[in-house]
């Protein structure tokens, strides 16, 4: 197998790792319940909680993010949710609450749209729930929901949890976990973080926690109540870590801390602005197009429509042979859209390498 150079895999997910960061999985193994472990825990917890924009323990476990999507309805909601849904993600959500046994009321909006605050509070005096699920940004559309606002808009009401898909957007665009009164926050270790796949982090409120306690089906390996009592107490969750995952988070989180939170959120910023520029400048010769609308972009992920007859594998596949991997559509955009995966470690200047590429693909 030919390894690709680091930095050309614009993948929406996982992201391009590190070699330091690939590297420093290679350690001698540790008793997960002994000192060494313990010491990760330490050394992680505040820049977790930095990253989070909390003070609130942040707990990690072993599974995908979508692990504590379902450990988010099997805590958080008690009887009915309702689930915003403009993306195949947020489609994973709702489904999740569903098999879970709770009653689902859906607000649906357009793939590439996102539901603004108005629509949510009239959906919320007519749906008698006690949750809210919602995905920040979606990475099947590229879009990016008004999340402060919702929050808002959520808080007018009483006993209404807020459930938060973070996982394309922690690490890349801000999220205020406790400004903005979050009740559970969850991300993934594989988008912005940029550490391979395989951990789920999450921040819970004070509230959701006194929810969780309440509901006693809300199961076992995800239960939120012991992850958060563990955490507390330093300790690494209430099963088996996946300790070598634990050495990449752990120095992963001290390359992020010495960039700075604010600096790499305005960094990804910046590869949406470059991507944006390229598409004005270049779009309407090329076919190409933005599937969400201008301020609902997500810093991390672009999707962009393709010329009618154009395929995205006839976009991707080239790419490809060349050493350079984007992401075709999700779900039922896979032929009609192409994903670039402007997250993690990547730079404005292989960002527009990438795009000078694309734009020879499809001339």
């Known amino acids: 197998m030919t390894e690709i150079p680091f930095g050309r895999f614009f993948l929406p997910g996982p992201s391009d790792v590190h070699p330091d960061v690939i590297r420093a999985a290679v350690r001698p193994m540790i008793a997960h319940r002994g000192k060494a472990m313990d010491d990760i825990i330490a ?15 942040v707990i990690v476990g072993t599974c995908s993010a979508t692990g504590f999507m379902e450990m988010a309805v099997r805590s958080g909601v008690r009887n009915r949710v309702l689930s915003l849904v403009g993306g195949a993600f947020a489609e994973r959500f709702a489904h999740i609450a569903a098999a879970c046994g709770r009653e689902v009321v859906r607000l649906d909006v357009p793939y590439g749209k996102t539901v603004e605050p108005d629509m949510l ?16 940004s979606e990475t099947s559309t590229g879009a990016l929901a008004p999340l402060e606002e919702l929050a808002k808009v959520v808080q007018e ?29 969850f991300t ?12 789920a982090l999450a921040a819970a409120s004070p509230r959701m926690i006194e929810r969780a306690k309440t509901i006693p089906e809300r199961g076992a390996y995800l239960d939120m109540v012991t992850f958060h009592e563990a955490f507390s ?4 969750g209430p099963n088996t870590p996946a300790v070598s995952l634990f050495f990449q988070l752990e120095h992963q989180l001290g390359r992020i801390m010495a960039e700075g939170i604010d600096v790499r959120c305005a960094r990804h910023k910046s590869l949406l602005e470059a991507c944006e520029r390229w598409v004005e400048a270049k779009g309407k010769e090329l076919g190409l ?6 301020g609902r972009r997500s810093w991390t992920v672009s999707c962009l429509k393709l010329p009618e007859g154009v395929t ?9 042979q060349q050493g350079w991997t984007i992401g075709t559509g999700y779900g039922k955009l896979k032929e009609t859209t192409i994903r670039i995966g402007h997250m993690g470690e990547h ?8 795009l000078g590429l694309i734009e020879r693909v499809l001339d």
């Open 43 to 57: 050394n992680i917890a505040q820049p977790l909680k930095t990253l989070f924009r909390t003070q609130r323990p």
């Open 121 to 136: 509070r009239d959906a919320i005096k007519r749906s008698d729930v006690d949750a809210v699920s919602m995905v920040h």
């Open 347 to 354: 730079t404005v200047g292989a960002l527009e390498e990438l």
């Open 289 to 294: 197009s933005y599937l969400p609308d201008p």
């Open 157 to 185: 009401f009483d006993d209404i949890m807020l459930l938060v898909d973070t996982v394309s957007s922690m690490g890349g665009v801000p999220v205020e976990t406790d400004q903005w009164k979050l009740d559970f926050v």
């Open 312 to 320: 995205s594998k006839s976009v991707t596949q080239p790419l490809a």
């Open 233 to 236: 107490s330093g300790q690494p």
């Open 188 to 199: 993934g270790s594989q988008k912005a973080l940029a550490v391979p796949p395989g951990l």
